[in-house]
Each structure stands twice: as structure tokens, then as C-alpha cells.
């Protein structure tokens, strides 16, 4: 395994990935360490991950031949919304500001030197956010090596990862659009949300529980939003999943053949909650 290199001031030097567990971290490193860069995995947990994101992450650090550093606030993303007074939505995102973005920071700035270089996992489909983030971590310099060519697709970094013997996160199979915060998120829409519904029951149970708590303390603040009317209402997990509005109707469509890695998924994930469907 390559190690990071220490300074004389024994901090870290060479290229820090902010390694999630998902698909673009481990192949941003994979192209850094075809480069030779001597790499840092570094995980910064929410404590809401689902297991099998826990094992891509280890199977694949050791597929990259890093150091896997794992680290953690300590709290879950419903902590943060509490501890915030703000639960996450489309425009903001405390946990991933808290729990990610400021677990990282704090680390980097304790461990390694002002050379050390930070890489993250966007791929050229979200080119836009590099800059941003640039402006977020300077004066470190940041690189994304997946923003450029050969451009690959989600589908081919996953058909990579299989010819590297590593599984696919199930989350993935599933048919989900990230691997983290164990199929649920704060910034996900509806599509995603369904598909918790249907594959997690027990879990999207958690997160309507949750929603209502941080409801009961926050006051008229959701997650989702239903646009299906002008203005968009909010649309509170209880609702999305039938609880408190019967005959709520919302169906996704997908055309065209599903990728290999894509299980199929049962038809209650497109159908109608609460209504006939
Ligand atoms: S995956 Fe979503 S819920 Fe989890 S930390 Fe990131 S933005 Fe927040």
C-alpha cells in the first residue's frame, strides 16, 4: 500500500480523496493512482450509511492500495438537522455541510500540509460544482479527475469497478442515484424517495418518524416538495407515503432498457402512494 508522505512538520503531503463509498471517489483514485499520486482515502461517515456502502468502501480502498482514513462527527444527519434547527432540503444541506464537508475540513487542516491536494469524486456531468467547490476549500488546490476524458458514464465506472472484482453497492443495483445516507437524502426528489419506499419500507418508516419529530419541533417544514400544483406545497414523508393523504397520486417513468447493474425493481416503486396506483 502507498503511503502519504510526511513532512519535516510530520503533516500529510500528496492528494487527499474525499472517498464516500460511492462510485466516482473510488474512480478518481483509481485514475490518481494510475498517475503514481500518493493518495489518502479519506471517509467522513454520517452515521446514516447503509451496510453495503461500508463494504464497497473497504473492498474498494483496498482495490486502490490507499490508506482509508475513516472519520466522524459522531452525529446522524436527523442530529444535525435538530442541532441546526434546519432540516435539509434541495438548497441546503447542513448534514453534508456538518457532517462531510466540516468533518473533512478539520481533518485536512490538522493533518496536512497547505501542498496537500484535495480530489473529489464529480464526475464531467457536474463540472459546474468543481468551481464552487475550489472557492470552498482554497487555499488548497482541488482537482476532479473524472471531469476529464476518456468521459466515462455512471454505467461505465460501475462495469469498471466489476472488472476490478469489486460487487456493486447494492444501493446502486436498486436503482438509486447515490450510495450514501443508505438510500435516503435530504436532497433528493421524489424518484429517489420512491425507490426507499419501496426497497427500504422499514427504513423510509425511519425517515417519516423523523421528518415528524424534527416537524414537531421546527414547525411546517419537509423535505419534499409537491410541484404538481402552483405554488409547490411542502410534502411531508407521511403524505408521500400515503399516510395522511389518500388518493395522493405520483408516478415515475422510466423508458428504455435498464443498465446490467440495474435490478429490477418492483413495480410498487413507480406506482401511486396512498392511491389506487
Ligand atoms: S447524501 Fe444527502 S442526506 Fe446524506 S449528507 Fe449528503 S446531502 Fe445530506
Same mark, same amino acid.
Given at each position: 500500500?502507498?503511503?502519504?508522505? %510526511? +513532512? /519535516? +512538520?510530520?503533516? %500529510?503531503? =500528496?492528494?487527499?480523496? /474525499?472517498y464516500s463509498g460511492g462510485i466516482g471517489s473510488w474512480a ?10 500518493? *493518495?489518502? %482515502? ?7 450509511e447503509d451496510e453495503d456502502t461500508y463494504r464497497f468502501l473497504?473492498e474498494s480502498?483496498?482495490n486502490?492500495?490507499?490508506? *482509508?482514513?475513516?472519520?466522524?462527527? !459522531? ?11 434546519? /432540516? =435539509? ?5 447542513? &448534514? +453534508? ?14 493533518? &496536512? +500540509? ?7 469524486g464529480?464526475d464531467?456531468t457536474?463540472?459546474? @460544482? ?16 473524472l471531469? #476529464?476524458?476518456?468521459?466515462l458514464s455512471k454505467a461505465n465506472l460501475i462495469e469498471w469497478s466489476n472488472r476490478e472484482g469489486l460487487a456493486t453497492q447494492r444501493l446502486y443495483r436498486m436503482g438509486m442515484s447515490h450510495a450514501n445516507c443508505g438510500g435516503g437524502c435530504?436532497?433528493a426528489?421524489?424518484g429517489h424517495?420512491a425507490r426507499l *419506499?419501496a426497497q427500504f419500507?422499514?427504513r423510509? !418508516?425511519?425517515?417519516? @418518524? ?7 419541533? %421546527?414547525? #411546517? ?33 422510466r423508458?428504455?432498457?435498464a443498465p446490467a447493474w440495474l435490478e429490477p425493481v418492483?413495480?410498487?416503486a413507480? @406506482?401511486?402512494?396512498? =392511491?389506487?396506483?
Open positions: 500500500m502507498a503511503q502519504a508522505k %510526511l +513532512s /519535516l +512538520s510530520g503533516a %500529510l503531503s =500528496g492528494v487527499v480523496v /474525499l478518481a483514485a483509481k485514475r490518481l493512482a494510475a498517475q503514481g499520486e500518493v *493518495l489518502t %482515502l479519506l471517509f467522513t461517515d454520517t452515521m446514516t473497504r480502498a483496498a486502490v492500495g490507499a490508506e *482509508l482514513i475513516e472519520i466522524a462527527d !459522531g452525529r446522524n444527519i436527523w442530529e444535525v438537522f435538530r442541532d441546526e434547527r434546519f /432540516l =435539509g432540503n434541495t438548497r441546503a444541506d447542513p &448534514c +453534508s455541510r456538518v457532517l462531510k464537508r466540516g468533518v473533512a475540513r478539520k481533518w485536512i487542516s490538522e493533518h &496536512c +500540509s497547505p501542498s496537500a491536494v484535495v480530489a473529489l464529480i464531467w457536474e463540472i459546474h @460544482r468543481v468551481e464552487r467547490a475550489r472557492k470552498a476549500w482554497a487555499p488548497l488546490e482541488v482537482v476532479a479527475p471531469c #476529464d476524458p476518456p468521459y435530504a436532497k426528489g421524489h424517495s *419506499l419500507p422499514e423510509f !418508516g425511519e425517515w417519516e @418518524r423523523k421528518e415528524e419529530e424534527l416537524r414537531g419541533q %421546527l414547525g #411546517d417544514v419537509a423535505i419534499l416538495r409537491d410541484r404538481t400544483g402552483a405554488p409547490p406545497t411542502l410534502c411531508p414523508f407521511t403524505s408521500f407515503g400515503g399516510g395522511s393523504k389518500p388518493g395522493k397520486k405520483w408516478t415515475c417513468s423508458s428504455g432498457a418492483a413495480p410498487r413507480c @406506482r401511486a402512494f396512498g =392511491g389506487a396506483g
